[in-house]
Antibody, heavy 121, light 107 residues
Framework: QVQLQGSGPRLVKPSQTLSLTCTVS??????????WSWIRQPPGKGLEWIGY???????SYNPSLQSRFTISVDTSKNQFSLTLSSVTAADTAVYFCAGWYSSSRGYFDLWGRGTLVTVSS | DIQMTQSPSSLSASVGDRVTITCRAS??????LNWYQQKPGKAPKLLIY???TLQSGVPSRFSGSGSGTDFTLTISSLQPEDFATYYCQQSYRTPHTFGQGTKLEIK
């Protein structure tokens, strides 16, 4: 059974950089079946796709967001990561790591539990 | 970006009711449409992909239909565990976008 486990700080100060990591277990991140994704959800609000990375390092980001996000992959550790620079209170959200299965029209069928990140001084 | 609009935003229903949630895309997405269920404090769970294909393990009381711009999620007979928030999501083009959600509450 494939599992995703997110990790990272729960509290970040404004203007600092947020770094989150997602560890994939039960499958190889290099299998090629999935695009490894980050999705966020502000408290009480809907879901927003941030972007994803393929095991090769190819990325796609949501252009509606400022270009403060960077997604990277470490195949040797079976992990992928999200970095967000210059955070503000508007970045307070639950951050989910997810796997987007690219066949059958594409869908998110793997999800981590989510990490609530609060931006506050 | 492709905008996804769900209706209604909230819905009250009783156990055993038949419920339909609608999702409209701002342009044609053929059948690149997925439905998710989210319960408080949990990650979303995939219910239906490609507009009408039931994900493995999901009860058959859930069904999806539609193509182009208009889609529906139907729950044929509500069970207590179905009270949650439902989201549609398009995979036709990046950025992948979600509807604003439909909160299904107990009447």
């Amino acid at each position: 059974q494939v599992q995703l486990q997110g990790s990272g700080p729960r509290l970040v100060k404004p203007s600092q950089t947020l770094s989150l990591t997602c560890t994939v277990s039960g499958a190889s991140i290099s299998s090629g079946d999935y695009y490894w994704s980050w999705i966020r959800q502000p408290p009480g609000k809907g879901l927003e796709w941030i972007g994803y990375i393929y095991y090769s390092g190819s990325t796609s980001y949501n252009p509606s967001l400022q270009s403060r996000f960077t997604i990277s992959v470490d195949t040797s550790k079976n992990q992928f990561s999200l970095t967000l620079s210059s955070v503000t209170a508007a970045d307070t959200a639950v951050y989910f790591c997810a796997g987007w299965y690219s066949s059958s029209r594409g869908y998110f069928d793997l999800w981590g539990r989510g990490t609530l990140v609060t931006v506050s001084s | 970006d492709i905008q996804m609009t769900q209706s209604p935003s909230s819905l009250s229903a009783s156990v055993g009711d038949r419920v339909t949630i609608t999702c409209r895309a701002s342009q044609s997405i053929t059948n690149y449409l997925n439905w998710y269920q989210q319960k408080p404090g949990k990650a979303p769970k995939l219910l239906i992909y490609a507009a009408s294909t039931l994900q493995s393990g999901v009860p058959s009381r859930f069904s999806g239909s539609g193509s182009g711009t208009d889609f529906t999620l139907t729950i044929s007979s509500l069970q207590p565990e179905d009270f949650a928030t439902y989201y549609c999501q398009q995979s036709y083009r990046t950025p992948h976008t979600f509807g604003q959600g439909t909160k299904l509450e107990i009447k």
